[in-house]
């Protein structure tokens, strides 16, 4: 536990307090932060998750069928529970329970992923594995879900507006390098392609980009926000941060998940909310307030949970639960 405090969320709290001064000074803005993130996103996430991946085998991924069905049920079905309680509200429109399901029900496993689980679990395929996994399913299947929603909801609202097409959002998510990389990588390790050594360390050097700069541009964009905490605030919370990690913890048990990679998939749930979550409800104008002061409620949640999660999993292990 101490070396998990000290390796994992200690450097996320010293680097995103230091993107959080860097905004309060005018070092750097919101719209730098969002020039970070498409970094991130665009080159340092993918690169990190091509390069990984392709070092794996096909007994590999076979054996991380499991991982992937459980994280694609456990996930998607808190993302839907999120916007079905939301939607409940009176206060609330359709437009505001998408963009909470995209918050709530989303971990931010592109900013956070590698920063969290390489200090606790190593620098492995198997990570990369997860954090690749976790990723497909928020990014190709919960945004566009979250989307189709959103849309949804805005047409009811403005009769006018011209219809999308459902399809929209999820070809744009597939076009995203963040998405198509992983899938790439994970048909390269399938056909059985050797990957040549002498090419990582040209992935690499943007790789190691990734997680640093993720977690400094938090910071920033933390600093760029208003913080209103309220009743919302706090349920979003209480689902992202409690409940989908207990959730996934029992579909692994009940599946009987390899050990470890259930342990990686229990801290990857109890990440903070996604932060794309966020971009969307700026570019929307949805519920921006009360979704980012559930996004910083829960970054402040996750120091205490995610030591948490990781002994309540042990401890389903060793009672033989598994």
Known sequence: MEHIILYAIVPIIVVMLAGYISGKKGVFSGNDAKKFNKVVLDYALPAALFVSIVQADRQMLAAD???????????????????????????????????????????????LGFAV?????????????????????????????????????????????????????????????????PILAVIWVVVGIPWPAYLSPSFNLIKGANASLAVFSAGITLSAIRIQINWQAILG??????????????????????????????????????????????????YVATGTSSLTLSVILFIGFCPLWIWITDLCLKSGML
Not at 130 to 138: D, Y
Not at 240 to 251: C, G, Q, Y
């Open 237 to 286: 919370s209480i689902l992202k941060m409690i409940v989908m990690p207990a959730f996934v913890l029992f579909l692994g048990l009940i599946c009987h998940m390899e050990p470890l990679n259930l342990k990686m998939l229990v801290v990857a749930c109890a990440l903070p909310p996604a932060f794309s979550g966020i971009i969307i409800a700026d570019e929307y104008d949805t």
């Open 117 to 181: 689980l390489e200090p606790i679990f190593g620098t492995t395929p198997t990570v990369a594995l997860v954090v690749a996994i976790v990723g497909i399913v928020v990014n190709a299947i919960g945004i566009p879900v979250g989307l189709s929603l959103m849309n949804a909801s805005l047409e009811k609202t403005a009769p006018g507006a011209k219809k999308q097409s459902v399809w929209k959002p999820v070809i744009h998510a597939l076009k995203q390098p963040v998405a198509w990389a």
């Open 65 to 111: 069928i499991k991982l992937s069905l459980v994280s694609l049920i456990g996930i998607m079905v808190i993302f839907m529970l999120v916007y079905f309680i939301f939607r409940m509200f009176k206060s609330n429109t359709g437009a505001d329970a998408a963009v909470s399901a995209l918050i709530s029900g989303s971990p931010t496993i592109g900013f």
